[in-house]
């Protein structure tokens, strides 16, 4: 207690200085940064310990390179969980940030602003350039499909879903259809609606009971969809590419049944792209490249559309969209013009086609950099690679084994991330290239031999 009123002490001149040179001048000079120790202290003090973090305070980045604050030097193979698509301290993304939040940062959702509107439609025309959501590939551009933003990913599904329980409450008058399906290993959100979908025991089990008439599924088990989806079921959640749960793949011909289940009972269909989305996977959408009998009514995404900056948003069909009205849905900071033109910004950016044709390219070199391991820890890993393009998974035989890789490539100067209960999951910044691949995997290399 009286060292925190110490530190308050300490501070207020420095802060105050800092709003007055503010005033004065656009760059304020950043206050010098305290000891990490100082920081870990007042981390166990103050924040609620829902997170165990290693030892070291992050204080910079560049590209996919950070720092710590006792200059230790670190490559970001996480991206952040797959956020910093540009990688870190980007210039573009820097000056989007300051010219936009110079002008105007948030207005509430009572006004319209410039960018939600231009980012929901660069949104729609991209998916309908680049094929999603029910578009064939260079469908011409037409406003015939709706986007909502929200802060984060949970967020961007809690919407999929009351969209989803709207349309099952017009299909069937008479309230039956509220059910929602789900499937093993999925992670959606740790709000109570995107937890309910999200049937891992380790986040659901402290905070039951959980919103009722729930149904989980297996990923790729095409007989079990017919019991799973029925008449009662308006809303069916799936990732394409699960990532947290694995980097499982769902498979093309399974997508297709889903579909057509879905089509049957009249149930909506949202992919979670949260984490595969936004070219991770080499495309726009984790579905973009397959035939539209797979694609889903509602796509959500957030994490790398504002390189994180925060942001969600729920990209839907014209068909569902409809039953939305003034009133049904909001938010205070979702479609901020802040967000939504640092999102134009990213969006406009990993959209081109040297980026596209980038992901591409390294997305080949990590898979055949990847391809080696297997053969040469045969004891170890699984024999194939996870994932597609940036998002990739090595699975292991011993599943106390991901989590040390993580703990020993991060001494070495690496960031991975663990996935499911057997995975090592890499999701880079798209831009990374062919020398960090190398550097990235050389580490994991040397982490898996000392096992
Ligand atoms: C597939 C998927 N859905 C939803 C979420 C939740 O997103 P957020 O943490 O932004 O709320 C995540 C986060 O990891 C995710 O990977």
């Known amino acids: 207690m009286h060292r925190a009123r110490t530190t308050l002490r300490l501070r207020a001149p420095r802060l105050r200085q800092g709003l007055a040179s503010s005033a004065a001048s656009p760059q304020p000079t950043p206050a010098p940064i305290p000891q990490t120790s100082e920081l870990l202290s007042l981390s166990s003090s103050y924040l609620l310990p829902v997170y165990a973090r290693p030892?070291?305070?992050?204080?910079?980045?560049?590209?996919?390179?950070v720092w710590d604050t006792a200059g230790k030097r670190y490559l970001d193979f996480s991206a952040g969980i797959a956020v910093n698509a540009l990688g870190h301290a980007d210039r573009g993304v820097v000056e989007t940030i300051a010219a936009q939040s110079a002008k105007l940062l948030h207005t509430s959702n009572v006004y319209h602003n410039e960018w939600a509107p231009r980012l929901a439609e660069l949104l729609v025309s991209l998916t309908q350039r680049d094929g999603g959501l029910g578009f064939a590939p260079c469908t011409a551009?037409?406003?015939?499909?709706?986007?909502?933003?929200?802060?984060?990913?949970?967020?961007?599904n809690?919407?999929?879903?009351?969209?989803?329980?709207?349309?099952?409450?017009?299909?069937?008058?008479?309230?039956?259809?509220?059910?929602?399906?789900?499937?093993a290993d999925a992670f959606h959100g740790r709000s109570m609606g995107a937890l309910s979908v999200t049937p891992n025991p380790k986040y659901q089990q402290p905070f039951t009971p959980l919103i009722p008439g729930v149904d989980v599924g297996t990923l790729n088990d095409a007989e079990g969809l017919q019991k799973l989806i029925t008449e009662e079921t308006c809303a069916v959640i799936a990732e394409p590419v699960q990532g947290e749960g694995g980097v499982n793949t769902a498979n093309p011909e399974w997508l297709a049944l889903l579909r057509a289940r879905c089509d049957e009972v009249g149930a909506v269909l949202i992919y979670d792209e949260i984490q595969c989305g936004l070219y991770r996977t080499g495309t726009l959408w984790a579905h973009s490249h397959l035939p539209v009998e797979c694609h889903p009514d509602i796509v959500t995404m957030a994490k790398p559309l504002a390189n994180g900056y925060p942001i969600g948003a729920v990209l839907m069909r014209d068909a569902v969209a409809g039953n939305m009205t003034?009133?049904?849905?909001?938010?205070?900071?979702?479609?901020?013009?802040?967000?939504?033109?640092?999102?134009?910004?990213?969006?406009?950016?990993?959209?081109?086609?040297?980026?596209?044709?980038?992901?591409?390219?390294?997305?080949?070199?990590?898979?055949?950099?990847?391809a080696q391991l297997p053969a040469r820890f045969p004891q170890k890993?699984?024999?194939?690679?996870?994932?597609?393009?940036?998002?990739?998974?090595?699975?292991?035989?011993?599943?106390?084994?991901?989590?040390?890789v993580v703990d020993l490539a991060r001494e070495r100067g690496v960031f991975v991330l663990t996935a499911g209960k057997n995975v090592i999951r890499l999701v880079p910044s798209l831009n990374v290239g062919t020398a960090e691949v190398d550097e990235a995997v050389d580490c994991l290399a040397g982490c898996i031999a000392d096992l």
């Open 381 to 404: 890993l699984e024999d194939t690679v996870r994932g597609r393009g940036l998002i990739r998974g090595l699975g292991f035989h011993d599943p106390a084994h991901p989590a040390r």
């Open 141 to 156: 551009p037409a406003p015939n499909a709706k986007v909502f933003f929200s802060n984060s990913g949970t967020e961007a």
């Open 158 to 183: 809690e919407g999929a879903l009351k969209v989803a329980r709207m349309v099952g409450k017009v299909r069937a008058s008479d309230g039956s259809k509220t059910r929602i399906a789900c499937f």
């Open 326 to 370: 003034a009133g049904t849905h909001g938010t205070t900071f979702g479609g901020s013009p802040l967000a939504c033109a640092v999102g134009h910004h990213v969006l406009s950016r990993i959209s081109s086609p040297e980026s596209v044709a980038q992901v591409a390219a390294t997305g080949t070199y990590l898979t055949a950099r990847l």
């Open 55 to 65: 030892p070291f305070v992050l204080s910079h980045g560049q590209g996919s390179h």
